[in-house]
């Protein structure tokens, strides 16, 4: 349902109803080969001093960023992710660990003795690092043709601050009532996108419109 993101370049759209069901028919039909599809829950962490700070752009893209997710309303074991520019790493965590920390207790992740879990451990005590926002979306995935690219799409994407329901899926779509869920494209690739795949995106999906990383899926 993800992907392990050997890719450099990502660009992010949001799609129109129409839009999404005639680039799904194509993928389906034409130019992809399908993946996994399910439901996706992340939980965003984020440092408010840095989202306090301005003009230091530069200095705060060298913050790794970091994620929980679980799949399928399923969160028995989720993964965290950490983020530093295209660099990307994962550690498995169990939900009675993610209860701990949603709960304020750090100590079990120098426990674990992995360095993306002490990574994070030294984020939350140094740079104030805090639950920020709590996305919830459907992920259909796609790997074209062998191709150094990789297609999402992200249908229902629903968020709330919430994040003490992280773990309650019910509790997620109470947050989230009266939400019209967006629609999304995502593309991962590695140096350029072929021709044909730009065609098929130009034909399918042309009202398009280019997002911001804020408040989006990774």
């Known amino acids: 349902m993800t992907t392990s993101r050997p890719y450099q370049n990502q660009m992010k759209y949001q799609l129109t109803a129409s839009d999404y069901r005639a680039l799904r028919s194509r993928l389906n039909?034409?130019?992809?080969?399908?993946?996994?599809?399910?439901?996706?829950?992340?939980?965003?962490?984020?440092?408010?001093r840095g989202l306090l700070a301005s003009g230091q752009d530069q200095e705060l893209s060298s913050i790794p960023q970091f994620s929980l997710s679980y799949y399928n309303n399923d969160p028995t074991y989720l993964f965290l992710e950490r983020q530093l520019e295209s660099a990307y790493d994962c550690a498995m965590v169990t939900e009675a660990e993610c209860r701990a920390l949603l709960s304020g207790q750090t100590d079990w992740l120098l426990a674990r003795h992995n360095p993306v879990l002490r990574d994070f451990y030294g984020a939350l005590t140094e740079q104030m690092l805090l639950p920020h926002v709590l996305l919830s979306y459907h992920r259909e995935t796609y790997s074209l043709n062998d191709l150094e690219l990789w297609?999402?799409?992200?249908?229902?994407?629903?968020?709330?601050?919430?994040?003490?329901?992280?773990?309650?899926?019910?509790?997620?779509?109470?947050?989230?009532?009266?939400?019209?869920?967006?629609?999304?494209?995502?593309?991962?690739?590695?140096?350029t996108i072929p021709d044909h795949i730009l065609c098929a995106l130009e034909e399918?999906?042309?009202?398009?419109?280019?997002?911001?990383?804020?408040?989006?899926?990774?």
Do not use: N
């Not at 039909?29 to 408010?48: K, M, N, P, Q």
């Not at 329901?165 to 967006?182: M, S, Y």
């Not at 399918?204 to 990774?218: G, I, V, W, Y």
């Open 29 to 48: 039909s034409t130019v992809a080969e399908g993946g996994d599809a399910g439901r996706i829950h992340t939980l965003r962490f984020a440092s408010y």
């Open 151 to 191: 297609v999402a799409l992200d249908t229902d994407l629903r968020t709330t601050l919430q994040h003490m329901d992280f773990l309650d899926p019910d509790l997620l779509t109470r947050d989230t009532a009266g939400q019209e869920g967006i629609r999304l494209l995502q593309i991962s690739y590695s140096t």
């Open 204 to 218: 399918t999906a042309p009202h398009r419109k280019l997002l911001s990383e804020a408040f989006l899926p990774m």
